[in-house]
């Protein structure tokens, strides 16, 4: 039984490795440039990438995608922010 949860884990590492690439170097919060930014750029807690890693990692590809694009779409300059955990 647990090979084969170990088998369905697999297709979430390529994304969760794609996600903390972006994090480590272009993200606005946790990259290079995350010095510009020192109070941080994204208005919510944890940031839209941790949020989408943390979700893909509990959730799976299925359930963890859309909850992140859910995210995304509601993260824009006009909204409050806040805690918002996946």
């Not at 369905?8 to 990259?31: A, C, E, F, M, N």
């Not at 890693?53 to 359930?63: E, R, S, T, V």
């Not at 992140?68 to 006009?78: E, G, K, L």
Request: net charge positive; with cysteine; charged share 20%.
């Amino acid at each position: 039984m647990k090979f084969f949860r170990a088998i369905l884990r697999l297709p979430r590492y390529p994304v969760l490795l794609v996600i903390y690439l972006y994090q480590k170097t272009i993200s606005p919060d946790h990259g290079l440039a995350k010095d510009k930014f020192p109070h941080g750029y994204c208005p919510y807690h944890p940031t839209c990438s941790e949020y989408g890693f943390q979700a893909i990692k509990k959730h799976g590809l299925i359930l963890g995608v859309p909850k992140t694009a859910w995210r995304i779409v509601r993260c824009n300059p006009w909204t409050k922010g806040g805690v918002d955990l996946p």
